[in-house]
């Protein structure tokens, strides 16, 4: 599953002029991967399933939304993947 969020970040330091602005916009891709649920926990081991990224079971909104349909885990035993990406407009 991706989720990308976008965030805008206005910089007044960078205004040459009245009629234009410069904008940073920050764009973070979030992804999570394989599970990392401890099945053995309770007999003192160490077991995970396999399950190699989180497929969401429902739509977004939803409460099913945060079950992998893989593995029946709750998403955040997913090992978390953030990108970041930086980029700047400059609009008129």
């Known amino acids: 599953m991706r989720k990308i969020q976008l965030l805008e970040n206005q910089d007044d ?3 040459t002029s009245e009629s234009s602005t410069n904008s940073a916009f920050t764009v973070r891709i979030v992804r999570y991967k394989e599970c990392q649920k401890n099945h053995a926990a ?3 081991g160490h077991a995970v399933d396999g399950c190699r990224e989180f497929m969401s ?3 977004e909104g939803t409460s099913s939304a945060f079950i992998c349909a893989a593995c029946g ?3 955040n035993f997913h090992r ?3 990108e ?3 980029a700047s407009c ?3």
């Open 84 to 86: 970041t990406e930086v």
């Open 42 to 44: 309770r007999v003192g």
């Open 57 to 59: 079971s429902g739509e």
């Open 90 to 92: 400059e609009l008129f």
């Open 80 to 82: 978390r993947e953030v």
């Open 13 to 15: 330091d960078s205004v």
């Open 73 to 75: 885990c709750h998403r």
